[in-house]
């Protein structure tokens, strides 16, 4: 796509610090480094979103994930790691070519939060119940 700053990435139009690179995918270093080491993962194919993501360059994608996460291990020695991926902007996404956010995490704090608030102290399972045959149903 002409005007996605990640398929620029990709031609080599606009620069970047890559960490990994195959046929299929990119990883290169998140220009933000809201942690250090934030590095983010890509498929050199241009798909907006989850939803809009083939299985089989899902499945390429995510073959490569511990590879590259064991790297960043061995290099900036975390004491964790999140793997964090936005869909569409109420998610948080502002780039819409699909990735996923490899942060390692440290014993820092206020960097990054990935906390949030139970809303259902007792949990309604039998509305739940029919909300999983729905999606069970899209499914099929
Ligand atoms: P998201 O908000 O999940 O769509 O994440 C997009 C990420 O892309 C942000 O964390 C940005 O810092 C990062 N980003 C945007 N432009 C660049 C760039 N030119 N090089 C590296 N990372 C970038
Ligand atoms: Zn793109």
Redesign the pocket.
């Known amino acids: 796509m002409t005007d996605c700053?990640?398929c620029?990435?990709i031609a080599g139009e606009?620069?970047?610090?890559k960490v990994y690179e195959d046929n299929d995918i990119l990883a290169?270093?998140?220009?933000?480094?809201?942690t250090k080491g934030?590095t983010?993962v890509i498929p050199k194919h241009h798909h907006e979103n989850v939803f809009e993501l083939p299985e089989g360059v899902a499945a390429t994608l995510f073959a490569a994930v511990p590879k590259i996460a064991t790297a960043l291990q061995t290099t900036f020695e975390p004491t964790g790691l999140n793997i964090?991926?936005?869909n569409g902007e109420s998610?948080?996404?502002?780039?819409?070519?699909y990735?996923l956010?490899l942060l390692p995490r440290y014993e820092e704090t206020g960097l990054y939060g990935s906390l949030w608030n139970e809303a259902q102290a007792t949990p309604d399972l039998e509305g739940l119940k029919k909300y999983a045959l729905k999606v069970a149903h899209s499914l099929s």
């Open positions: 700053i990640f620029k990435i606009i620069p970047s610090v290169f270093f998140d220009i933000s480094q809201v934030h983010l964090l991926n936005n998610a948080g996404q502002s780039v819409f070519h990735h956010h």
